[in-house]
């Protein structure tokens, strides 16, 4: 298991170094919002724009964005990393520039000289990361992405894989719901990353698939939890208010499909917010009785901070700092390790446990089969353990219920007798027997048995 650890966070490293862009050009961007719609190329050269940086939000004030990017030194590539705005149209020195989208995300290249401008049409959240870098290092930049997308979501498929086998091998439930739950927050993750643009599909497909996986990943969460925290044992209320989630994400979901509105999809992050920070909550709460609990409290913390700064941030534009897809990466990364881990762990500890339950289960049956056949000598005169350890009737009584599988208040109930008094003739057997405990008579019975 260590060296799975230390895998893990060697395969990392090479993620992060193959996912980063740390090679971006500083250049001025200012942003102009156009409420109205109505403003045209020849007016925008006039008007008031605010500098910004990567990363800018302006929540859910949709509608007509114009971005001015100063002139470059040499040639580059621009690249706005939000594939949720589609309508963008690029100008420079009044000529329309052409935009390609072969790698998930609109880029077009900025020639030397004069500024461009780019109206973007903005129907979901007005969110604004970009990458500004030269021809050459652009390059190495989708090279290097890339690899690091094909790192993680190997990685993932090998996660996934790992928990399906567990679930059959074992049908333990967690495991399919953790494949579940994966599955689909991975596909979220790729239609951030691009993946639908490059798979042809269009945008009214997107806006299905996407918001469906976000809804139905977020159950699945719930799910999960309330499986391995046993939440419908400790806090089934809250087990029961994830019903309500269901049917709040579905009627949200709905009215999305009808109206086209964003904001019902902000509605969903909603509910995987209750779910994430409730699920979280529980956990936490449930340290001291459960050892799954802390590791799904730390795995979790790191992957829902991220999650609520992504993709309620920007909506919300409540963003302290900019968080892009490989931060989000790195915490579902953690994630992924951490629960898979406890899971390994946790399977390894319940197979001892059965282990240990079968064989006092065996040591137990061979303590009744043992009593029962002295019994049975009894019965017919012949020198058996009640005899030989001149037990008096009633402890021959109290063995018989014991060589029955009776617990020492079941005994009291059928031979009317307190459980203390019960537990004082269970005593004086062992005394007389010479043991201290049912382990050392049961090893008596056997050697009496053998003898």
Same mark, same amino acid.
């Given at each position: ?29 200012? $942003? ?11 007016? $925008?050269?006039? @008007? ?32 706005? @990393?939000?594939? +949720? %705005?589609?309508? !963008?149209? *690029? ?17 077009? !290249? ?28 652009? @390059? ?6 890339? !690899? ?22 074992? #049908? ?7 494949? *579940?739950?994966?599955?689909? %927050?991975?596909?979220?993750?790729? &239609? ?20 469906? =996986? ?6 699945? =969460? ?9 939440? +419908?044992?400790?806090?089934?209320? %809250? ?20 109206? +086209? ?6 509605? %969903?992050?909603?509910?995987c917010l209750y779910i994430f920070v409730s699920s979280w909550l529980c956990s936490l709460l449930l340290i001291r009785v459960q050892r799954f609990a802390y590791i799904f =409290? ?59 339950? #079968? ?20 019965? +017919? ?7 030989? /350890? ?25 031979? /009317? ?7 004082? &003739?269970?005593?004086?057997?062992? @005394? ?20």
């Amino acid at each position: 298991m260590n060296s799975f650890i230390t895998l893990s966070i060697r395969y990392l490293s090479l993620v992060l170094f193959f996912s980063s862009s740390i090679f971006s050009v500083a250049q001025n961007v200012s $942003i102009l919002y156009d409420e109205t719609g109505e403003l045209n190329l020849l007016d $925008i050269p006039f @008007e008031s724009f605010e500098t910004i940086e990567s990363g800018y939000s302006n929540g859910l004030n949709r509608g007509v964005y114009w971005l001015q990017i100063d002139a470059v030194a040499e040639v580059s590539n621009f690249q706005l @990393e939000n594939n +949720h %705005i589609h309508d !963008v149209q *690029v100008y420079q020195s009044f000529t329309e520039v052409k935009t390609s989208n072969n790698n998930g995300f609109i880029s077009f !290249v900025l020639k030397p000289s004069t500024p461009v401008f780019v109206r973007l049409g903005v129907q979901k959240e007005a969110y604004f990361p970009f990458t500004i870098a030269t021809q050459n290092i652009y @390059e190495r930049l989708k090279i290097q992405k890339a !690899v690091g997308l094909g790192m993680f979501y190997g990685f993932a498929l090998v996660v996934f894989l790992l928990n399906l086998g567990l679930f059959v091998t074992s #049908r333990d439930k967690a495991f399919l719901y953790y494949s *579940v739950f994966l599955v689909f %927050i991975l596909a979220v993750f790729a &239609h951030r990353d691009g993946f639908a643009e490059i798979l042809g599909m269009t945008p009214a497909v997107k806006d299905i698939t996407e918001p469906l =996986c976000l809804s139905i990943g977020g159950l699945m =969460c719930a799910v999960f939890t309330v499986k391995s925290l046993r939440l +419908h044992t400790h806090y089934p209320f %809250i087990a029961f208010t994830y019903w309500g989630a269901a049917v709040i994400s579905a009627l949200f979901l709905s009215l999305y499909f009808a109206l +086209h509105d964003y904001a019902y999809v902000v509605g %969903i992050y909603f509910v995987c917010l209750y779910i994430f920070v409730s699920s979280w909550l529980c956990s936490l709460l449930l340290i001291r009785v459960q050892r799954f609990a802390y590791i799904f =409290c730390l795995a979790y913390f790191f992957m829902m901070i991220t999650a609520i700064l992504f993709y309620l941030g920007p909506t919300l534009n409540l963003q302290i700092f900019e968080v892009k897809q490989i931060h989000l990466k790195i915490s579902a990364f953690v994630e992924m390790i951490i629960i898979t881990f406890a899971i390994v762990y946790r399977m390894k500890t319940l197979d001892r446990k059965q282990r240990k339950m #079968r064989k006092e289960m065996t040591q137990y049956l061979s303590e009744i089969a043992f009593l029962s056949d002295e019994l049975e000598k009894n019965q +017919h005169g012949q020198e058996n353990i009640f005899t030989k /350890f001149n037990l008096t009737n009633r402890e021959n009584e109290i063995l018989d219920l014991i060589a029955d599988g009776k617990s020492n208040k079941q005994i009291a109930d059928e031979l /009317f007798i307190s459980i203390n008094t019960v537990k004082y &003739h269970v005593k004086k057997i062992y @005394e007389k027997l010479e043991v201290s405990n049912r382990k050392e008579a049961s090893k008596l019975m056997h050697q009496q048995e053998l003898g």
